[in-house]
């Protein structure tokens, strides 16, 4: 099976702009995790969508949200960009709660 | 509010030493713990994942265990190679909740 692909894996932006950040999970996991990595905060969750609902949120303003579609594609979106959103932004697909598969992550640089 | 702690923060051991790292979290009532490896600017690869019934796993050259009990796990590397020179995040997760990371333990193995 093919693994999990995020699209872009580069992404430059000013702030105030906004930017989507797109995820393929592996072919039959439904489940679709978010995560954001900075040196400073490690690793911190973003959100988790299953079937097309969000199930679980962690503790990020607003301006982060996400969906998912019935092919259980995610993208994640960030509006009114800030220097500190510049970060490795992961997502992971699994299937009921078991083993989690990262992609390669996006790097977001904010100027 | 769950929290992961993983000590030493960094290690560097000579090519072919045995070696452990351990993590350690705060509430017991935990689904599963897993292991991750990530490379410099990379996503993450799942090394071992410890189901909650379970005590130890094993893969290869890798031996992860769990105690409940004393919220800690263990990851045990035999015969370490430069090739493992890397960064080890564990992270626990709770049923219907998401997953929580340690910090991690930056590896370097020197040949």
């Known amino acids: 099976k093919a693994g999990v692909t995020q699209t872009p894996r580069y992404l430059i932006k000013t702030r105030g702009q906004q930017v989507t950040l797109s995820c393929s999970p592996i072919?039959?996991?439904?489940?679709v995790s978010w995560y954001q990595q900075t040196p400073g905060q490690g690793l911190q969750f973003l959100f988790e969508y299953f079937s097309e609902t969000q199930r679980n949120k962690g503790n990020f303003p607003g301006r982060f949200s996400g969906r998912q579609f019935s092919n259980s594609r995610s993208e994640m979106n960030v509006s009114t960009l800030e220097l500190g959103d510049s970060a490795l932004y992961l997502c992971?697909?699994?299937?009921?709660?078991?083993?989690?598969?990262f992609g390669p992550g996006t790097r977001l640089t904010v100027l | 509010k769950q929290e992961v702690t993983q000590i030493p923060a960094a290690l560097s051991v000579p090519e072919g030493e045995n070696l452990v790292l351990n993590c350690s979290f705060t509430?017991?009532?935990?689904?599963?713990l897993q292991w991750f490896r990530q490379d410099p600017g990379k996503g993450l690869t799942s090394l071992l994942l410890?189901?909650?019934?379970?005590r130890e796993q094993t893969s290869g050259r890798l031996n992860a265990s769990l105690d409940k009990s004393s919220g800690r796990s263990t990851l045990y590397i035999a015969a370490s190679q430069p090739g493992d020179s890397a960064t080890y995040l564990c992270?626990?997760?709770?049923?219907?909740?998401?997953?929580?990371f340690g910090p991690g333990t930056r590896l370097s193995v020197l040949p």
């Open positions: 992270a626990v997760i709770k049923g219907g909740q998401n997953f929580v």
């Open positions: 410890i189901q909650s019934s379970q």
């Open positions: 072919s039959g996991h439904r489940s």
């Open positions: 509430d017991s009532a935990i689904y599963n």
């Open positions: 992971a697909s699994s299937d009921l709660g078991d083993t989690q598969y």
